[in-house]
């Protein structure tokens, strides 16, 4: 979730059992509204919980992607049919399709729908705010990390829960280029207590980093970062979402 003043715009809901804890929470910080709300792709383990989500909030849009495969996934459909039964629609969004919160801009930097493996069709957004970048990848793998010509970054949510599918040497050499190596760093991985995606290969690239600091949610539950006046602060904390963390 990223919150800009009043403005909510929640990107994935992790697996289907995740969704009631995911509302419980929003619902705990008074959120009544989401302005966007993203499912980066079809994979269970982004959109399950997105029905709750859809059923508890007023949505203002919401963006997906659909492919071949859409039609024969089975939380895809569902989703499809939660948001038709609350009379809400949803988008495919382009490449480079840009939108304002608050004092944050956020921009499509890639989506695609004729890959054949889903996770290459994610929605990847950057945000920036108060001069600071920060890029959701959603599960996008070196295929796609190769083709799109990057801006430098200031915080990185880590492709496909840290596997070595993505997170080339070379991608973070452009995101994290050599004119930002002075600059603090954060990059967040979202693991979960059920799978073991985390490839010790993309921890060593991401130690190697300058003024890199690591953030992984088996380990450090709720990651909360805030930008004030374009400086970055990290806090975590333990919530009932990271009991059945995705």
Same mark, same amino acid.
């Given at each position: 979730?990223?919150?800009?003043?009043?403005?909510?715009?929640?990107?994935?809901?992790?697996?289907?059992?995740?969704?009631?804890?995911?509302?419980?929470?929003?619902?705990?910080?008074?959120?009544?509204?989401?302005?966007y709300l993203v499912g980066t792709h079809e994979h269970e383990d982004h959109i399950g919980g997105m029905n709750y989500i859809v059923d508890n909030f007023d949505i203002q849009d919401i963006y997906l992607t659909r492919?071949?495969?859409?039609?024969?996934?089975?939380?895809?459909?569902?989703?499809?049919?939660?948001?038709?039964? $609350?009379?809400?629609?949803?988008?495919?969004?382009?490449?480079?399709?840009?939108?304002?919160?608050?004092?944050?801009?956020?921009?499509?930097?890639?989506?695609?729908?004729?890959?054949?493996?889903?996770?290459?069709?994610?929605?990847?957004?950057?945000?920036?705010?108060?001069?600071?970048?920060?890029?959701?990848?959603?599960?996008?793998?070196?295929?796609?990390?190769?083709?799109?010509?990057?801006?430098?970054?200031?915080?990185?949510?880590?492709?496909?829960?840290?596997?070595?599918?993505?997170?080339?040497?070379?991608?973070?050499?452009?995101?994290?280029?050599? $004119?930002?190596?002075?600059?603090?760093?954060?990059?967040?991985?979202?693991?979960?207590?059920?799978?073991?995606?985390?490839?010790?290969?993309?921890?060593?690239?991401?130690?190697?980093?300058?003024?890199?600091?690591?953030?992984?949610?088996?380990?450090?539950?709720?990651?909360?970062?805030?930008?004030?006046?374009?400086?970055?602060?990290?806090?975590?904390?333990?919530?009932?979402?990271?009991?059945?963390?995705?």
């Amino acid at each position: 979730m990223i919150k800009d003043d009043k403005d909510i715009i929640l990107i994935d809901s992790g697996n289907d059992e995740d969704g009631k804890y995911i509302v419980e929470y929003l619902k705990e910080l008074g959120i009544s509204k989401i302005n966007y709300l993203v499912g980066t792709h079809e994979h269970e383990d982004h959109i399950g919980g997105m029905n709750y989500i859809v059923d508890n909030f007023d949505i203002q849009d919401i963006y997906l992607t659909r492919t071949d495969s859409s039609k024969e996934n089975v939380e895809y459909n569902e989703l499809l049919q939660t948001i038709a039964n $609350k009379n809400c629609t949803y988008e495919e969004p382009n490449t480079n399709t840009k939108f304002i919160l608050g004092d944050s801009t956020f921009i499509i930097r890639y989506v695609s729908n004729i890959e054949s493996n889903p996770n290459n069709d994610s929605i990847v957004i950057e945000l920036e705010n108060e001069n600071l970048k920060y890029l959701f990848t959603g599960d996008i793998e070196q295929k796609i990390e190769k083709t799109v010509a990057w801006d430098s970054i200031d915080v990185l949510k880590v492709a496909h829960h840290g596997s070595d599918t993505s997170t080339s040497q070379d991608f973070l050499n452009v995101i994290f280029s050599e $004119k930002n190596k002075l600059r603090e760093k954060i990059t967040v991985i979202s693991t979960g207590n059920r799978e073991n995606l985390l490839d010790d290969i993309v921890l060593q690239r991401l130690h190697a980093i300058p003024n890199n600091k690591i953030y992984i949610t088996r380990n450090d539950g709720s990651i909360y970062i805030t930008n004030i006046d374009g400086k970055n602060s990290v806090k975590t904390l333990r919530t009932k979402v990271d009991s059945t963390q995705h």
